[in-house]
């Protein structure tokens, strides 16, 4: 199963970026908020998660 995540980097360090608030919505609609580690990694996020009303 394929998941969806995310890698946040502050580019004027160069470290990863933790507490970054990340959005995945559809047509406005929100589907899932997930917030970044201290590796600046989001957590996975599986398809079943991202459908309508099945916020993370």
């Known amino acids: 199963m394929s998941t ?3 890698h946040i980097l ?3 360090t160069g470290t990863p970026a933790e507490g970054v608030t990340v959005s995945l919505s559809r047509e406005g ?3 899932a908020n997930l ?3 201290a590796q600046g990694v989001s957590p996975p996020l599986a398809p079943r998660r991202c459908r ?4 993370a």
Do not use: K
Request: without cysteine; charged residues 20%; negative net charge.
């Open 4 to 6: 969806l995540s995310t």
């Open 52 to 55: 309508r009303g099945a916020i």
């Open 35 to 37: 917030v970044t580690n």
């Open 29 to 31: 609609e929100t589907l």
């Open 10 to 12: 502050d580019i004027s």
